[in-house]
């Protein structure tokens, strides 16, 4: 088991995250890896990291209910308080390597490590 940490881009932790109008049947975090040495260590374990406006990421995703989410301290967390922002700490094990795609990063726990701060979007006089 390995552990990463990562800025919360996108998070699909309370439902399955859906693919063309189709649910994928997994929960998924997508994290901004913001320490070059978190992309170098997933690169070494053969995972595939991806950028998005210059910043790389990774989806780490689980198909179990059961995943753990917690606070700094270990208290638990309701997987809905995750979100955009969030600093996180992200347990995960590693599939079976693949010859084009490599390994795929299942996510077994998450440790909200800082919280980050909710940005409203001005909508003006709405």
Known sequence: MSVINGVVAFAN????EVY?????GKYSV???????????KLEAEGVKVKEYKNTPQRKFTTKFEDFQVVDA???????SSVR????????YNLGAPHPVHGCTPYMQAIRVVEKG?????DDGDF
């Open 20 to 24: 063309n109008g189709s649910s994928t």
């Open 73 to 79: 301290e270990g208290e638990p967390l309701s997987r």
């Open 13 to 16: 932790l309370t439902e399955h």
């Open 117 to 121: 701060e909710a940005v409203a979007d």
């Open 30 to 40: 997508v994290i901004s890896l913001e320490d070059p040495a978190e992309v170098k």
């Open 84 to 91: 955009w922002g969030d600093k996180v700490r992200i347990k």
